[in-house]
């Protein structure tokens, strides 16, 4: 008899822990739908048979065949940037790519920098966020004088601009091709060229650059073109989830960003 008057009691309390729990658990998945939300807007058209990704903060579809993304998309804010977390280093392989992505080995002594597609330095407002920014999924071979060299001033320069504009969409990848020379045993793709295209909604511009994987001393700006022209030389539809009209005015001529 005690022991059902204290199952009695304590049946409100176990009752009321239990709606707690699927309140926050709601809640989370909430704040991760509206994230997705967000990244989703980012994203190309996937094409047939293509898979989206998802990480925190950015989302990507995997070539197989290549060893790297198609390419990368995420929306950068002001409130990303600043001090942040510490650069992280270490590479790992991404548990989300099933087929399994490039090691470590693939890149030792190939004479090519594993480099971001989505930089780390965009990446260091949470410490999650920056290790998933060093998975194997979101690096490339790049030639040192281009990664540390024209690459990274256009990186520089997306950030500079988000400072700016306050928020901006980017897609950013590498032009994949048949016949591109291998690295490693997973006969990683070097390719030739890399593209990334940014869009300021609230602004409602667009650019887009392709620039090829070669030490430059050329200005940024040289590489731009209109989105339009990216699409048309990648074969992809970017950014279509914005308004035809809106979609059309942003990418169909190269804007003025100062």
Not at 190 to 211: D, H, R, S, T, W
Request: charged letters at 20%; glycine letters at 6%; aromatic letters at 12%.
């Amino acid at each position: 008899m005690l022991k059902l008057k204290q199952q009695s009691f304590l049946k409100p309390f176990i009752l009321l822990w239990i709606a707690a729990f699927f309140l926050g658990l709601n809640s989370f998945l909430g704040v991760r739908r509206d994230n997705s939300k967000e990244l989703s807007l980012a994203c190309p058209l996937p094409l047939p048979g293509e898979e989206i990704i998802p990480h925190i903060a950015y989302s990507f579809s995997y070539n197989e065949q290549h060893e790297q993304a198609n390419w990368v998309a995420y929306m950068l804010t002001k409130t990303h940037l600043g001090d942040g977390v510490e650069r992280s280093n270490r590479f790992l392989e991404d548990p989300l790519v099933y087929t399994q992505t490039a090691t470590n080995s693939d890149y030792a002594k190939s004479g090519y920098d594993r480099g971001h597609l989505a930089p780390a330095a965009d990446m260091s407002w949470s410490l999650q966020v920056m290790q998933e920014s060093f998975y194997y999924s979101n690096m490339s071979p790049q030639l040192p004088g281009f990664n540390r060299g024209i690459w990274k001033k256009l990186e520089e320069q997306v950030r500079a601009w988000t400072l700016q504009y306050d928020t901006l969409y980017v897609v950013t990848g590498p032009i994949l091709e048949p016949g591109l020379p291998t690295i490693g045993a997973n006969k990683v793709s070097v390719p030739k060229a890399y593209f990334k295209a940014l869009i300021a909604p609230q602004q409602q511009k667009g650019i887009a650059f392709v620039m090829p994987n070669t030490k430059s001393e050329a200005s940024v700006l040289s590489f731009s073109l209109s989105i339009d022209a990216l699409e048309a030389k990648i074969n992809r539809d970017l950014f279509f989830q914005l308004p035809d009209q809106i979609e059309q005015k942003i990418e169909s001529i190269v804007h003025i960003w100062p």
